[in-house]
């Protein structure tokens, strides 16, 4: 159970990375958001980046989540949500748990049990009545931007990275080492799209520069936060449960966020509670108790075998 308290945990922490950034957006860009919360994070990581070189195989890992499951999913989000709708975006929220699920099973080895697929579906009802609220789209507006849908898909097949390509060294390096090393590769991607001649031809705006002139210390504090919080605790946690837990079994509490989400609006923002937040919720509970029970204890898998475990 150590290992669900730590998921429980870290999602709470990138629930409220919704409200948070939201404050931060008062007084940055978005992609001034991104680069500033991942410079104050790599260097709240900078104390645990030192020791053992580690291996060929692991650095690859590093390598592939910092840029393509950290790095490149805050940019492509960012871009992605602008161009496309934000009801095709709340839809799309399940994609990081599928492909988690999708593949961990392919190259980790896990079961895809009647369980997680149950707790997947659900999840997916679940967090689909939290963002839409009984409102059903229009055709037209599911179709949107064809391009900004591509990349929001996109977005959340490269998040899932994040956990099925570092598990097997997450367990090597250990979770503050790897995530430390992991958000030392994502920073050299996140300043090079940030820079005013590249972050134009992404279509992310005129990059760095604005909010060193407008951003208050509210807006600079929100992004202290977001460093703090779903920055660096949150990434530990879920790489400390990533330790215990199989991954396609961490996925269904990805869809804790919204509710969480939903919830701090309630206490900060004094929004109203809704029968369909309600629904939501207690979809997403029985989506998170079914993947929880499946597979009783997590078996070590195909990847890692005992011996290569360094602890």
């Not at 991104?34 to 645990?48: C, D, G, K």
């Not at 079961?111 to 037209?140: I, Y």
């Not at 919204?258 to 919830?263: D, K, S, Y």
Request: net charge positive; with cysteine; proline share 6%.
């Amino acid at each position: 159970m150590e290992g669900f308290g730590y998921l429980l945990a870290s999602n709470i922490l990138g629930g409220a990375s919704y409200v948070m950034t939201a404050w931060a957006l008062a007084g940055f860009t978005p992609i001034e958001v991104v680069f500033w919360r991942t410079l104050l994070t790599a260097a709240l990581f900078m104390p645990w980046v030192r020791g053992p070189r580690p291996g060929r195989e692991d650095l690859c890992r590093v390598a592939v989540v910092g840029v393509f499951g950290y790095a490149l999913p805050l940019v492509i989000g960012t871009v992605g949500q602008r161009l496309s709708s934000a009801t095709l975006a709340s839809i799309l929220i399940g994609v990081e748990p599928a492909s988690i699920v999708l593949l961990s099973w392919l190259f980790l080895g896990e079961r895809l049990t009647r369980g997680k697929s149950l707790g997947l579906l659900a999840g997916v009802l679940g967090g689909a009545l939290v963002t839409l609220q009984g409102r059903l789209p229009a055709l037209h507006s599911l179709s949107g931007e064809i391009g900004g849908n591509l990349l929001l898909l996109l977005h959340g097949f490269c998040w899932s990275l994040y956990t099925v390509v570092g598990k097997p060294s997450v367990r090597r390096l250990g979770a503050v080492r790897f995530t430390a090393l992991a958000m030392l590769a994502a920073l050299p991607p996140v300043a090079l799209a940030a820079c005013p001649w590249v972050a134009p031809h992404l279509g992310l705006g005129a990059g760095l520069g604005r909010g060193l002139e407008s951003a208050g210390p509210s807006a600079w504090l929100a992004v202290a936060l977001l460093s703090i919080g779903p920055g660096f605790a949150a990434c530990v946690l879920w790489n400390l449960a990533l330790e215990r837990v199989d991954a396609s079994r961490l996925a269904h509490f990805i869809f804790l966020q919204p509710v969480v989400g939903i919830g701090l609006g309630l206490l900060v923002e004094r929004k109203p509670l809704s029968s369909w937040s309600i629904a939501g919720a207690c979809c997403i509970g029985i989506g998170i108790f079914a993947a929880a029970r499946a597979d009783a204890p997590a078996r070590t898998t195909r990847s890692v075998r005992p011996q290569e475990d360094g602890r």
